[in-house]
């Protein structure tokens, strides 16, 4: 759906107030009695907009379709950035319930944070309820992380997910995130191209399942490395949405990975090591008790950056598995036991 992002107008306040009561009513938490004091914060556009920026979508016809408000540190409404801090802080994202799935909301996150970058913070932050995973995956797909050392328990809804997003440039080199509809296609030939320049005799329905990223983002959670200069993807990996697995060597409680792929033109800069971080840092958050993989025999280089990275081989679930129907191959199993104690290794 095409929409243009803008500041909202004051004459628009009303409406979007309305639009904001009505978006969390639909929402995962609309059951949930509202205080007089959060209804206020909802229809309080014209104070909103004092305190940053109230941005607003509309569609083609000229219809307000979402809104977001960016606010800055220390006022009114924020809660997460405090006074004095170098954040901003996204708050009260809605759009149209029947304007959902069609990237409302994705225009309306990368607007906010463009707002932030242009005031010169350090970082754009933000909270959501556990329940709410619609949002949490939006947040991903931006390159948002968790930043669970903030997070806490809110009366009435549960856990409450804290995000960040770094402006400064000791964010690293790479940006981290859930995959874009519009790249499926790109980040297949990408895992493609990563795979075959190692194994050129691939069998082609191994070849065709490297392809479907589609399949892979539509249940799962298909994960790109996107380098901050350019904005160049230049790698991938496939990990299960929370609970879930992927793989037969994973067990009840753990959290196992596939795919793991470096764009050719990109190896040697930590593009595997960073995303395999990534993964260790989701198995953190999800409280597993494990991180787990399984690799064929002879990829090498793949055994050397587990090694480096502190995995150990899991020989007891070793052995042959069916890759396509009557075809199997050995394979290789690592592990890294996650707990209070343990670390993440520097590349």
């Not at 309306?108 to 010169?120: D, H, N, Q």
Request: charged share 25%.
């Amino acid at each position: 759906m095409s929409v243009e992002i803008r500041a909202a107008r004051p004459e628009e306040f009303d409406e979007i107030g309305e639009l904001t009561v009505r978006g969390f009513l639909a929402g995962p938490y609309g059951h949930l009695p509202r205080s007089a004091s959060r209804l206020a914060l909802e229809r309080d556009a014209a104070g909103r907009a004092r305190d940053g920026a109230l941005l607003v979508a509309v569609d083609g016809d000229g219809r307000l379709v979402g809104t977001a408000s960016v606010l800055r540190a220390g006022t009114p409404y924020a809660r997460l950035a405090a006074e004095g801090s170098d954040e901003a802080e996204l708050r009260l994202i809605v759009v149209a319930p029947e304007t959902r799935a069609t990237g409302v909301s994705d225009a309306l996150v990368a607007a906010s944070l463009e707002t932030a970058r242009g005031w010169g913070v350090g970082a754009l932050v933000l909270d959501t309820g556990a329940r709410n995973e619609r949002a949490q995956r939006l947040y991903r797909r931006a390159g948002f992380q968790r930043a669970t050392e903030r997070e806490h328990d809110e009366p009435g809804i549960g856990g409450i997910h804290v995000y960040r997003f770094g402006f400064g440039a000791d964010e690293g080199a790479l940006l981290i995130r859930l995959v874009h509809h519009d790249e499926l296609e790109a980040v297949g030939r990408l895992t493609a191209a990563a795979y075959t320049s190692d194994y050129p005799d691939l069998p082609a329905d191994y070849l065709a399942s490297l392809i479907d990223v589609a399949g892979r983002a539509a249940r799962d959670e298909v994960w790109v490395a996107e380098r901050r200069s350019d904005r160049a993807l230049v790698g991938t990996v496939w990990t299960p949405r929370e609970g879930q697995t992927i793989s037969a060597v994973a067990r009840p409680g753990e959290l196992d990975f596939r795919l793991l792929a470096t764009a050719p033109d990109a190896r040697g800069l930590g593009v595997g090591a960073a995303l395999t971080r990534h993964v260790l840092q989701l198995g953190r958050e999800r409280g597993v008790s494990q991180v787990v993989m399984n690799s064929g025999p002879e990829m090498l280089g793949a055994h050397a950056l587990y090694a480096k990275l502190g995995f150990a081989r899991l020989s007891e679930r070793e052995g042959p598995i069916e890759v396509a129907p009557g075809r199997f191959i050995e394979i290789y199993a690592f592990g890294y036991p996650l707990g209070a104690a343990s670390s993440i290794s520097a590349a």
